[in-house]
Every structure is written in structure tokens, then in C-alpha cells.
């Protein structure tokens, strides 16, 4: 196969020079087989050829100029043309997820079955809106799941969504008509009239910014978010929530949510869940746990029973089997406690989507659609049930647990390191910087955010920079089987090494 330039028409191939009248034909069995065993050996090359290459290597501008002069050809290519253009111009340039040596932001690799699972799904391609197929009991089993995990009785709801902000946006919307309904509005007829200025939102210092963005979206405006301040491990401090929340009620306000982090993504803290969830409780307040990236050890592991006894009295959370599930991008789950508040906040059926309720007819159990936002709704189901059946329990368990050996390990050989200070850690997060003796406090930053562009772009590792405590910090946050304990000193070893060839200032 040899690749085109991006997007340019291939004038060799038969279908640009002589296409047949009338549309294209879509595929005839052989060619589906052909084409998909193509595509199952580059599947196959990419995954087991990711360690071996760099960790990350940024598309070359030729390439990315060319790929935004060209425009879309009146004729197009055969399939064979189109895959290698993607093994020369897209395959190459990942950013970096995958590799041994990746450890940024919480992109973790995808389970290979899952992987496959996305196109059988999208083989297959139904709206999972509702109705009585397949892949909508598929998604129910997933959510029962969950819900089992959390010990919740019978009466919640949940979907998959594209993430932990469209499953925090979802809840909020929930816990926000719930606010409006106490007050006696209704905010899907009148909007926030009547209740603009009074609605409040409690979130911590490490909360995730799509706690803000919902606030935003939501028509509450970031302005009504109280944040709650932290203790020195980054957990939202109980004391300080129950203070700020009769604050606000001596003052008229109305809360809509309580939102705690279980494992938050700056420094992996998960707040006291338990203590937060009896604030709540004792002034009727709705809890929202962002558990997008640490719930699966919460749920799955010893050690965190406290947690999960937290995480259990939520109203809402959030998890994202696209973090620490490893599934393929993308798949967050959400799930409400009262599935008929759920309802109440999205179920919009026009009359061509009516259906007559009837579990066993083709409409099916009540419509995913009436729980929250999206209407055609993609079968992201199929890749989280397929590697969670294939893996079990205790494959997950075993993965996150190795996971969070090699965060140990690694956090050990910093804190051990002369020349390496450790600014906070939680889960599978470190965030550390490299402090050479000679440097004073206030060359740290610019020096560290200068080892972080050369980690990144020196191919061997992939670390995220963040700001902990006021400092510019190196973060790892480590949900990638490849990254094994044995290997996180090497890591360490490639930020040593690239700091020690930066060019020495003045
Ligand atoms: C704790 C936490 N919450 C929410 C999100 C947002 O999730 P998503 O990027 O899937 O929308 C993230 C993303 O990293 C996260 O770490």
C-alpha cells in the first residue's frame, strides 16, 4: 500500500477515473472480509508496535499543513488508499496513550477487546435510545452492575454518556430541577426565572473543571459555585462545607448540589465521603461524586471500604470506564439514585417516539432517551460489558492494583531521590519536580516546565505538568498496565536525564 498525500485524490485507482453510474454500491461480502482483515492486522501492528516506537512525537508540520490545505476530493479512493493513509499519516502521530512510558493526564490504554468491541458495536450501529433490542439490554446489565457495586435498591437509573463531564452535566441537571421543584419552580418551563441569584453549588479546591462548566451551562453561572476549602492532603474539608452551607441558608440560598471528588485528577485525593454525605443528609442536600477517575479501585479493592460506604450514600457519580476501565474512548457512566427524578428532569417523548411501555413489544422498557440528553444515542455499552465480562472482577482488580504498585514504586524512588521532592500524591497520582541542589525556589517552575516539554518531546516518557500547592509540579497519573512497578524508576531515570540536558540558564 502506498499512501496519498492527506486527503489528496488517488488518480491511479479505478474509482476516480471511472465510476460507474447511479450511487456507490456499498460493500459485497468479500470485500467487507477483505477489507476488515486489513484492518484486524493494522489493529493488531499498531497496538504491539506502540512500545517499541516514541512515546509521543507531534505530527510533522508538513503534514499537518498539508492535511489543512487539502480540500475534500469530488472523487473518492479505494479503501486500500484510505488505510494507508492512515498508516502514514495518522497511525504514527498518536499522543501518546499506550506506551509503556505514558503516564499524563487519566488516558488510559484501551483493552484490546474493546477495542474490537467498537466495531462490532458500530457494526451492528443501533440507536440505543431505547426499545426492545439488544443492545439496550446489554447497557441495562452494565448499569445493574454498577448500581450492585454500590449496593443500591431497586429504583435508580443510569446510561452511558461520553464522559465525566457529560455525566456531571447530567446529574447536575438533575439536582438542579430538584432544587427548582423545592422552590416551587419549574425550570423546565420557566428556566432559572424566579431563581437566578439563589441557587449555590458546593464543590472542593480540586474539584474537576467540568463541575464549573456544568455550573456554566446550567445557567448558574461559575460565580454561584462556594468552593469549599481543603485540608492539607487536598480533601474537601467537611467543617468548612457544613459552615458554608448554613451560611447560605441564613442567607435564602438554595442548594442544588454537593459535588466530592473520589480521586481527583490534580493530586488522585479522594474526599471524606462518608462525613460529606452526613452534611448532606442532615440538610437534605443532593451529593454528587465525581468518581470519573478513582472509583474503580473504590468499588473493586480492599482498602477502601471507607470510601465506598461514602460513595454508596451519593445521589449521583460518575465514573468513566474510559479511565480506570480501560475502555476505549469514549464510555462514562453515570448513575442516579432516584431514577424517577431522572425522569422527571429529561422525559420529553414526542408523539413519533411514543411507544406503548410494554417490555416485551418492540418499544421495550422505559426509553434511555427519557433519563437524559441524548436521543440517538450510540452503543457504547458493548466494549465496557464485553471487557467486563472478559476480565471479571478480579482481572480489574489485578489491573488497578498493579496500577497503584507502580504509583508506589514510583512515588518511592522520588521521595528517596536527593534530587526529586515530592509535592502530593493520591491513587495512582504522583506529582513531583525535579529541585537540582544549585537551583534556588524560584527557578523551580520555569525550570520544571521546561524538564516537562523535553520529557514530552524526548519520546521516551509522557508526564502532564500541574500546579500543586502554588508550584509548577510534574504529575504521572498512572492507569496503564504498560507502565509496570519495575518500570516507573526508568521513568524517573528519562526526567533526570532530560533535566540534566537542558541548557544551563544565564
Ligand atoms: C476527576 C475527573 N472528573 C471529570 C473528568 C472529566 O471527564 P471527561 O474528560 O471524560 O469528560 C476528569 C477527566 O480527567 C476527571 O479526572
Redo the contacts with the bound molecule.
Keep these: 500500500m502506498t499512501a496519498p498525500a492527506p486527503g489528496s485524490p488517488d488518480p491511479g485507482s479505478p474509482e476516480s477515473t471511472a465510476q460507474p453510474p447511479g450511487p456507490p454500491a456499498f460493500w459485497d461480502a468479500a470485500q467487507i472480509r477483505r477489507v476488515s482483515h486489513q484492518v484486524a492486522d493494522l489493529v493488531a501492528d499498531y497496538l504491539t508496535s506502540l512500545p517499541g516506537g516514541p512515546a509521543y512525537q507531534p505530527s510533522p508540520r508538513a503534514l499537518v499543513e498539508a492535511m489543512r490545505a487539502a480540500e475534500w476530493a469530488e472523487q473518492g479512493v479505494p479503501a486500500d488508499a484510505v488505510l494507508a493513509e492512515f498508516s502514514a499519516h495518522v497511525a504514527p502521530y498518536p499522543f501518546g496513550n499506550g506506551h509503556p512510558g505514558f503516564a499524563a493526564?487519566?488516558n488510559s490504554p484501551p483493552h484490546p477487546l474493546g477495542v474490537l468491541a467498537e466495531a462490532l458495536a458500530a457494526a451492528m450501529d443501533p440507536s440505543v435510545a431505547g426499545g426492545n433490542h439488544a443492545a439496550v439490554h446489554v447497557e441495562h446489565q452494565v448499569i445493574r452492575w454498577f448500581a450492585g457495586l454500590l449496593g443500591w435498591p431497586a429504583g435508580y437509573s443510569g446510561q452511558l454518556v461520553?464522559?465525566?463531564?457529560?455525566?456531571?452535566l447530567t446529574a447536575l441537571t438533575v439536582a438542579r430541577h430538584r432544587a427548582a421543584a423545592r422552590a416551587g419552580a419549574d425550570d423546565r418551563r420557566d428556566g432559572l426565572a424566579g431563581l437566578s441569584g439563589r441557587l449555590v453549588l458546593y464543590a472542593g479546591t480540586e474539584s474537576?473543571s467540568?463541575v464549573t462548566k456544568a455550573a456554566e451551562v446550567l445557567g448558574l453561572g461559575s460565580a454561584s459555585i462556594r468552593i469549599v476549602p481543603s485540608d492539607p492532603d487536598h480533601r474537601m474539608r467537611p467543617g468548612e462545607l457544613e459552615r458554608l452551607v448554613r451560611a447560605d441558608r441564613a442567607a435564602g440560598k438554595l442548594a442544588v448540589a454537593v459535588v466530592a471528588?473520589a480521586?481527583?485528577?490534580n493530586t488522585g485525593a479522594i474526599d471524606p465521603l462518608g462525613e460529606i454525605a452526613s452534611v448532606c443528609a442532615r440538610h437534605g442536600l443532593w451529593l454528587h461524586v465525581?468518581g470519573?477517575?478513582?472509583a474503580p479501585p473504590i468499588l473493586l479493592l480492599d482498602g477502601y471500604a471507607a470510601a465506598r460506604d461514602g460513595l454508596a450514600q451519593a445521589d449521583s457519580l460518575?465514573v468513566?470506564a474510559?479511565?480506570w476501565l480501560y475502555a476505549p474512548v469514549?464510555a462514562?457512566l453515570v448513575l442516579l439514585r432516584d431514577g424517577g427524578a431522572a425522569r422527571d428532569t429529561f422525559s420529553l417523548v414526542p408523539a413519533y417516539l411514543r411507544t406503548d411501555g410494554d417490555e416485551d413489544g418492540p418499544g421495550g422498557p422505559v426509553w434511555f432517551s427519557e433519563y437524559g440528553l441524548e436521543q440517538t444515542r450510540p452503543f457504547r455499552a458493548l466494549k465496557v460489558w464485553m471487557q467486563l465480562r472478559h476480565l471479571g472482577r478480579d482481572g480489574y482488580r489485578r489491573l488497578i492494583a498493579a496500577d497503584l504498585a507502580a504509583a508506589a514504586e514510583l512515588r518511592r524512588a522520588v521521595a528517596e531521590s536527593a534530587d526529586f521532592e515530592l509535592l502530593a500524591s493520591g491513587l495512582s497520582v504522583v506529582c513531583f519536580r525535579h529541585r537540582p541542589g544549585r537551583m534556588g525556589p524560584a527557578s523551580l517552575d520555569g525550570h520544571n516546565q521546561a524538564v516537562l516539554k523535553a520529557v514530552q518531546l524526548g519520546g521516551r516518557a509522557f508526564l502532564a505538568g500541574t500546579t500543586v500547592d502554588g508550584v509548577f509540579a510534574l504529575r504521572a497519573c498512572i492507569v496503564n498496565p504498560g507502565l509496570t512497578a519495575a518500570g516507573a524508576p526508568a521513568l524517573l531515570g528519562d526526567v533526570r536525564a532530560r533535566a540534566a540536558a537542558l541548557p544551563r540558564a544565564g
Excluded: F
Design positions: 493526564w487519566v461520553s464522559g465525566g463531564s457529560a455525566a456531571t474537576h467540568c471528588t480521586g481527583t485528577t465525581d470519573a477517575y478513582g460518575a468513566d474510559h479511565k469514549d462514562g
